[in-house]
């Protein structure tokens, strides 16, 4: 399954759609403004959350959990490295691997790749193609993706505000 996840440019709390290959709408995505880290909610088309992610502050390295039916079922943590970004996954068998820089990657399992991941360039906003294994969790998946993409930005923000001091 090919779904698409294009990030709104310019808002105050993030909103934006993930449709399908045919542009039908599938999931909502909104952040919360006012919170204590960031936190995103995955609403389906029934208007039902099917995933929260939330950050874990005070952390040294930025680290998010995404939660199904309230229940944690994975950890997103960036772990410490110097040479090229890595990216654990606890909580599944699951491991992610690529360009993380270029947003191009693969979420793969024991058995074979799940999910990869592609960003559009010279598009209004973040644009992102998540091409979806068969008999995949698609809601795991995708909420483990926006957790992935939550920590980038979190290093991304984090180094950014290292450097003008």
Not at 44 to 60: G, S, W
Not at 61 to 85: G, H, Q, S
Request: hydrophobic share 45%; with cysteine; aromatic share 14%.
């Amino acid at each position: 399954m090919i779904l698409y996840m294009k990030q709104k440019v310019f808002s105050w709390s993030e909103k934006f759609t993930i449709k399908d290959a045919l542009d039908n709408d599938r999931y909502y995505v909104e952040g919360e403004l006012f919170s204590w880290g960031h936190k995103l909610h995955v609403i389906n088309m029934a208007n039902q959350e099917v995933a929260f992610i939330k950050q874990v502050i005070l952390t040294f390295l930025p680290k998010f959990e995404v939660y199904i039916e309230d229940r944690l079922v994975v950890e997103v943590k960036k772990e410490l490295t110097f040479f090229r970004p890595k990216y654990s996954l606890y909580g599944t068998d699951w491991t992610v691997d690529g360009d993380f820089w270029g947003h191009n990657y693969e979420i793969s399992c024991p058995s074979g790749i799940i999910a990869s991941v592609s960003k559009a360039y010279f598009t209004w906003g973040d644009s992102y193609q998540m091409n979806i294994e068969g008999g995949a969790d698609e809601i795991l998946v995708i909420a483990t993706i926006l957790a992935i993409d939550c920590v980038i930005s979190a290093q991304s923000s984090a180094a950014a505000s290292s450097s003008i001091t």
